[in-house]
């Protein structure tokens, strides 16, 4: 499928086939904007190419659907919650588990589970003489990426 900047594809299936959603997605993740049913009125059919022009994708509800939910699912697992963030933004400052917990009003054991979940996301720190973790010195410079649900991630090195 093309994918210049102002091509359009649509697609017009021929019949409806037992695997229509099937092919309907795929067409979309190739690129097609559009995928319409062979008979469909003259005016709806105008809708969709209209919406297409303007950027949007037209397909069958349920395989907007579908994809959206595999699309949910497959979110990056690396990916840090806001709470996580708020954690780790602290650990940057400093602060103690106590601290953390005290300025966000949690308790002690939940400070300690988002840190080991923190450290599973973007792999444990190595330990210095210290005490402190090399990671949390990095951490300030790296580039965090939103995810789907407004989590970001700290990339891979």
């Known amino acids: 499928m093309s994918r210049a900047p102002g091509v359009f594809v649509i697609a017009v299936l021929k019949r409806q086939e037992r695997d229509g959603d099937k092919a309907a997605a795929n067409l979309v993740r190739m690129g097609c904007r559009g995928v319409l049913p062979s008979r469909l009125h003259p005016r709806l059919f105008t809708r969709a190419v209209l919406a297409v022009l303007a950027g949007e994708i037209w397909a069958p509800r349920l395989v907007l659907s579908t994809m959206l939910t595999e699309l949910l699912r497959t979110r990056d697992e690396n990916a840090l919650t806001a709470r996580e963030n ?23 054991e939940t400070v300690r589970w988002h840190k080991r979940r923190i ?39």
């Open 86 to 108: 708020e954690i780790l933004e602290l650990i940057r400052l400093g602060r103690k588990n106590s601290e953390i917990a005290k300025a966000l009003f949690i308790c002690l």
């Open 119 to 157: 450290y599973r996301k973007v792999g444990r720190p190595a330990m210095r003489s210290n005490g402190k973790t090399s990671f949390i010195e990095r951490a300030p410079t790296r580039t965090l990426k939103a995810g789907v649900d407004g989590s970001t991630q700290i990339p891979s090195s």
